[in-house]
């Protein structure tokens, strides 16, 4: 297997012909297959002795983080960073200015797994927002009436959308093609729009 990357725009330079690129993320492995591989590849170790380890290193990593240590195994290797500006020297750390970040890298027992994998170049899959039902409020209706002036849901994923660029949001469109935008919200989230329709 490979690691699959496709090439798409790079915003982070002024040339509008350069591409970045993006790898194309597939099926994560879970901590069930980690288990069957530890068991199939072990005969001496069981699945619930497996799984007891695991979670008894998870409480040992838990344990020494908690405390403000920073962990370097074989695994992974752990520090602690703080973001934000201090006013000056004789400043404090304040949650509301500050913030304590978690930070890993990969330990020495597998920074040489990158050595050996290779890649593929493959088309980018876009994320498109998916509608999954409208409710009209005024009706009462689900997927077919729309009531100008009144208000309406769009349930679905991947809604939220940019509300400072023009070209993003919702539209309706009548027979003639012609764009009806909608301007007033009450919710805005990536599961659902609440909206008054456009006379």
């Known amino acids: 297997m490979a690691v699959p990357y496709a ?15 993006s790898v194309q993320s597939g099926k994560s492995v879970t901590e069930e297959e980690l288990i069957e ?12 002795v497996a799984r007891k380890m695991i979670a008894e290193y998870m409480l040992a990593l838990r344990f020494f983080l908690g405390k ?8 992974l290797n752990s520090s602690y960073s703080i973001s934000g500006v ?3 020297e004789e400043d404090a750390f304040d949650s509301s200015r500050h913030q304590l970040n978690l930070n890993f890298t990969p330990g020495m027992g597998v920074k040489d797994v990158v050595e050996t994998v290779s890649t ?3 088309e980018a899959t876009v994320s ?12 009462g209706s689900k997927n077919e009436v729309l009531t ?9 994923k991947r809604l ?14 009548n027979d003639k093609k012609k764009d009806f935008k909608v301007t007033k919200f009450a919710a805005h989230r990536p599961s659902k729009l609440i909206f008054k329709e456009p006379a």
């Open 7 to 21: 090439l798409v725009d790079n915003p982070l330079t002024a040339d509008p012909t350069d591409f970045r690129a």
């Open 37 to 48: 591989m530890i068991v199939m590849h072990n005969t001496g170790i069981t699945e619930s």
């Open 68 to 75: 403000g240590r920073s962990v370097n195994t074989p695994l």
């Open 86 to 88: 201090f006013t000056d």
């Open 120 to 122: 593929e170049k493959v």
């Open 128 to 139: 498109q927002p998916t509608i999954t039902s409208y409710f009209d409020t005024e009706s």
């Open 148 to 156: 100008a002036n009144e208000m309406g849901r769009i349930n679905g």
């Open 160 to 173: 939220k959308f940019d509300d400072t660029d023009p070209t993003q949001g919702v539209f309706f469109v």
